[in-house]
């Protein structure tokens, strides 16, 4: 999985339960993105973070937080907020020197 | 509208044959276009990305081609292999970090 490791590899949430996804790479790559993937649909983006304390929403934001306080972190937290959490969620990293992005092996989230 | 249609939607081949997936985006400006393999339950893995200059890129038996006057994109996969059985996902972006623009993938299933 190219140096990204997400856990838990299965999530479970309870109404109203805020639930954190992690996610770390050693590829010392500056950009990080998290991405979620419903079945018949392209991955869309959530957030994006190009430096560390820093980061953009993405194209569905809402409901979902994150965080950038190390280089080889970026934290997806789903809160409440979020009514349709159920999906697979996909992290990756980008390095300075090319176009490739490398995946996690995802995590997916149900709720209970 | 998605600006990243991929076609078919699914296909089933026999083991040894070819194949051709397509790719018509939208997305403007062009910055590259990117061929992912998706193994279910896993996180994306790259073949191919080209820029705007590029109307060719092979890797192994996976080879891409870009049209970038008429917006469109093709993967043949030769000589097909069980182990070839997987989504495959066309992605285009702007720039190089931003925003990509992912297609809903073309479902393989290679049979022997």
């Known amino acids: 999985d190219g140096g990204i490791t997400q856990s838990p590899k299965y999530l479970f949430r309870k109404e109203g339960q805020n639930v954190t996804l992690s996610c770390e790479q050693n590829?010392?790559?500056?950009?990080m993105y998290w991405y979620r993937q419903d079945p018949g649909q392209g991955l869309r983006l959530i957030y994006y973070?190009?430096?560390?304390?820093?980061?953009q929403k993405g194209d569905i934001a809402e409901g979902y937080s994150v965080s950038r306080e190390k280089k080889e972190s970026f934290p997806l937290t789903v809160t409440s907020a979020q009514k349709n959490p159920t999906a697979f969620y996909l992290c990756a990293s980008q390095g300075s020197s090319g176009y490739i992005q490398y995946f996690g092996a995802g995590t997916r989230l149900s709720v209970l | 509208k998605n600006q990243v249609e991929q076609s078919p939607q699914s296909l089933i081949i026999l083991e040894g044959k070819n194949c051709t997936l397509q790719?018509?985006?939208?997305?403007?400006?062009?910055?590259?276009l990117r061929w992912y393999k998706q193994d279910t339950g896993r996180g994306p893995v790259s073949l191919t990305i080209?820029?705007?200059?590029?109307n060719t890129k092979s890797n192994g038996r996976y080879t891409a081609t870009l049209d970038a006057d008429t917006k469109q994109s093709s993967l043949h996969i030769t000589a097909s292999q069980l182990s070839d059985s997987a989504s495959y996902i066309c992605?285009?972006?702007?720039?190089?970090?931003?925003?990509?623009?992912f297609g809903a993938g073309t479902q393989v299933v290679v049979t022997p």
């Open positions: 590829l010392n790559h500056d950009a």
């Open positions: 080209m820029t705007f200059s590029e």
């Open positions: 790719c018509n985006y939208t997305v403007s400006p062009f910055s590259n």
């Open positions: 973070s190009q430096i560390v304390n820093d980061f």
């Open positions: 992605v285009v972006s702007t720039d190089s970090w931003g925003k990509f623009q």
